[in-house]
């Protein structure tokens, strides 16, 4: 039932720890996740989690423990979780030579156990059942095992969860690595960044002389703190303000700044990102939800454009609190555009957005941009404000 077939090749020796990470964020995640795999593959004590989106290494390393744990002669079983409920399942069948039993007895029984990509099997009652024996044998007995996941850890059995967040036994590494099958791309196929490619800090028109006073010191100091926050992305920056008023520019050009200097960006609008994940429960579909989720919570820099809730219906709602509370929680780099006022968030949004701890929050009350005669700060020409 083990084997690793075409993962043989995946050693601690081909790991690239930054290879695909394009900043120093996702660069510091693979190199303590294969740090950590390292240090568990010469010492196996304990769980190791490693968790994170599609294609972030982290099937890489866990084929690597195995890989190293056979070359010592070790034993141990590679398996994918639903391969894992299928072999079972056929041990039932009267061509099998082996029993249920015994299959099921080596399973919770062998000195390491590597089980990737749990959370990808169908969630039977017999599935959560199977996995939870598994685990709690393993747990009891303080088994070396090493799972992947790349599901929320709050969509797993509340049974097996309870093991999994065990921190006496079980050492959890968040890799937050974009796709590296990606990594031709530094934007990934939902963004819209394209359509806002002229929208840079060169081309936004400071609107000197055109606005009041106050209007353009606050413009100016959004603009200011969109250059600091490109140049280093950290913790949040959220623009708030009127249709028009040069939100999206500055967000979009905080996204093209980075997305020249090589950092994977995801640039969506709020309406557009909710038809995406609609559009993943249609029979005709190539992307399932999940991963499609996964990849906007995960980003390395997610720019959130035109969020707003007020009209949102209760799915939409849920579906933005995950999404918000997710990078909140792990202070992932966010760039925000809303034109809600502040009585038209609840409570629970205006305590992520406007957490001084983690956001800057750069009001602008400019009004409507009509392509007036004010000229760009920086002096590259002007592309309409929004």
């Not at 996702?26 to 996740?33: G, P, V």
């Not at 000195?111 to 024996?133: C, H, N, R």
């Not at 701890?357 to 602008?364: D, G, K, M, Q």
Request: with cysteine.
């Amino acid at each position: 039932m083990s084997s690793l077939g075409g993962l043989a090749a995946k050693t601690f020796e081909s790991f690239k720890p930054e290879g695909h990470a394009a900043n120093p964020r996702q660069k510091a995640s693979l190199k303590l996740a294969f740090d950590q795999a390292q240090k568990y593959a010469e010492s196996p004590r304990g769980w190791l989690l490693l968790h994170g989106g599609y294609g972030c290494g982290k099937t890489h390393l866990a084929a690597a423990i195995a890989n190293a744990q056979l070359a010592r002669g070790g034993e141990v079983m590679f398996v994918n979780a639903p391969d894992l409920l299928d072999h079972l399942r056929d041990t039932f069948g009267p061509a099998s030579e082996v029993s249920y039993d015994d299959m099921f007895d080596r399973v919770r029984n062998i000195p390491m156990l590597v089980i990737d990509d749990l959370g990808a099997e169908s969630p039977t009652q017999w599935a959560q059942e199977k996995f939870y024996q598994i685990f709690n044998h393993r747990y009891n007995a303080g088994l070396p095992t090493v799972i992947t996941s790349n599901v929320e850890l709050e969509r797993i059995e509340p049974r097996l969860r309870s093991r999994l967040v065990d921190m006496d036994l079980v050492r959890k590494i968040l890799i937050e690595a974009p796709d590296f099958r990606r990594a031709d791309s530094n934007e990934p196929d939902l963004s819209s960044l394209e359509h806002h490619r002229n929208q840079t800090f060169e081309s936004f028109d400071a609107r000197k002389g055109e606005i009041p006073p106050e209007q353009q010191r606050l413009l100016m100091k959004a603009y200011d703190e969109a250059q600091d926050f490109a140049k280093e992305p950290n913790g949040w920056i959220v623009f708030t303000g009127g249709h028009g008023s040069g939100k999206t520019h500055l967000a979009a050009a905080i996204a093209n700044y980075c997305n020249r200097a090589g950092q994977p960006v995801l640039f969506v609008t709020v309406s557009d990102l909710l038809d995406h994940l609609r559009a993943t429960f249609s029979p005709d579909s190539v992307v399932r939800y999940d991963k499609r989720f996964m990849e906007v919570k995960s980003a390395a820099l997610l720019v959130l454009d035109d969020l707003s809730i007020e009209s949102a219906t209760p799915w939409a709602r849920e579906k933005l609190m995950q999404l918000v509370d997710y990078r909140y929680v792990a202070t992932m780099p966010t760039v925000i555009t809303t034109s809600a006022d502040k009585d038209e968030l609840d409570d629970w949004m205006q305590s992520r957005l406007l957490d001084p701890r983690l956001s800057t929050i750069c009001p602008i009350t400019a009004p409507i941009y009509k392509g007036g005669k004010g000229a760009g700060k920086r002096g590259k020409g002007r592309q309409g404000n929004k």
